[in-house]
């Protein structure tokens, strides 16, 4: 669907092949299928994608991209293949699309494949809203459990608290905190003015879409693959017994 304000909007999957602490994280398996393939089906099923992209350096990730559906129009260059930011890389697509293809932009939404259990609708939900109203960026969040008033830095054996409030009363009862929320890293709804102008995935003006916790999980470590394996076996056997 073409918007009337001159332009598409495209999910893009990033998925270079580097990974320090889970090699080749973005095609390890969790519950049999490849963790892009997660993503690449949730995109898919969105109502508000035109199209899916895959932007990566490896060619077996892009292999398997297509072969789950997705587009894989270019390879993505070497000075973006290590840990560049996310900007850069959601930028060399779009910039792709009008430039190579002759296909404006107008949202482009940064998809993260680490995100398995991300829906449709959290996807829906953060364009529709981005299009409803003045803001730059609608992002998918979740509610934080640790609390940052709580924190501490530690330099060598001297820990120093992270904010400047004295623990204890309000700031050690969590109920009696305001509610705090931290990108979930699932989903990133940029208008095209605010990433090409300015180079910004997260612009001045957010707005946010709230998603449980269940919903939230983001690949890291090797133990998160191991709790991603618990949740999808639990998540298959709800949907059976319905």
């Keep these: 669907m073409r918007l009337s304000e001159g ?22 398996l969790v519950s049999g299928r490849p963790l892009i393939a997660w993503m690449i089906e949730a995109a898919r099923n969105s109502r508000r994608l035109e199209r899916v992209i895959v932007s990566t350096d490896h060619d077996n990730i892009a ?25 850069w890389a959601t ?30 609708r959290d996807i829906d939900a953060c364009v529709d809203l981005l299009l409803k109203t003045d803001a730059d960026t609608v992002m998918t969040v979740r ?28 700031a050690g009862n969590s109920q009696r905190l305001p509610s705090l929320y931290i990108p979930n890293g699932a989903v990133f709804a940029t208008r095209r003015r605010c990433l090409m102008q300015y180079g910004l995935i997260i612009g001045k003006r957010v707005r946010v879409v709230i998603v449980p916790d269940e919903r939230s999980l983001d690949i890291d470590e090797p133990l998160d693959l191991i709790v991603a394996n618990v949740l999808a076996r639990r998540m298959s056997a709800e949907k059976a017994a319905r």
């Excluded at 973006?80 to 900007?87: G, H, R």
């Excluded at 293809?101 to 680490?114: C, G, I, M, R, S």
């Excluded at 008033?149 to 054996?157: G, H, L, S």
């Design 91 to 120: 930028k060399h697509a779009v910039r792709y699309l009008e430039r190579k293809e002759n296909y404006p932009v107008l949202v482009a939404v940064t998809l993260q494949p680490t995100s398995p259990f991300c829906e449709p």
């Design 7 to 28: 332009g598409h909007v495209v999910g893009i999957i990033l998925a270079r092949g580097g990974s320090k602490r889970i090699p080749l994280k973005n095609i390890a």
């Design 63 to 87: 292999r398997i991209a297509r072969r789950w559906g997705a587009e894989v129009p270019f390879k993505r260059p070497a000075r973006l293949a290590t840990s560049c930011p996310s900007e």
């Design 143 to 170: 509610k934080i459990r640790e609390r940052p008033e709580w924190m501490y830095a530690v330099t060598k054996d001297l820990a120093r608290k992270f904010m400047h409030i004295t623990y204890g009363g309000a």
